[in-house]
């Protein structure tokens, strides 16, 4: 049974921090992009970041570029969102994807989903 399980999320003021860490278990990742994005009440899930097997290539929606930062440790089969500078707009709740393959940033295209940590930013 695939399993991806976020954990890191909460509550921070703006300007703060956050690290997300999503644990995949299950099966072996190998070649497989890992993705988050996130998503607000009414509407769609969007793409947030996603990072490919080599971890040689990323991808930023440009409303977190600059400020959050992909990363993998494939021997921990984990997928890390460092979250910095953070703005209200940021708040939803945010998964994690694996998708066989790259390049990914289509949430359709996504093989599997974890079950979504809140990340609320607010003072």
């Known amino acids: 049974q695939v399993q991806l399980v976020e954990s890191g999320g909460g509550l921070v003021q703006p300007g703060g921090s956050l690290r997300l860490s999503c644990e995949a278990s299950?099966?072996?990742?190998?070649?497989?992009?890992m993705g988050w994005f996130r998503q607000t009440p009414g509407k769609e899930r969007e793409f947030v970041t996603s990072?490919?097997?080599?971890?040689?290539?990323?991808y930023y929606a440009d409303s977190v570029k600059g400020r959050f930062t992909i990363s993998r440790d494939n021997a921990k089969n984990t997928v890390y969102l460092q979250m910095n500078s953070l703005k209200p707009e940021d708040t939803a709740v945010y998964y994690c994807?694996?998708?066989?393959?790259?390049?990914?940033?289509?949430?359709?295209?996504?093989?599997?989903w974890g079950q979504g940590t809140q990340v609320t930013v607010s003072s």
């Open positions: 994807a694996a998708r066989y393959g790259w390049p990914f940033w289509r949430a359709h295209e996504s093989d599997y």
């Open positions: 299950g099966r072996t990742f190998t070649n497989y992009g």
């Open positions: 990072i490919g097997w080599s971890s040689g290539n990323t």
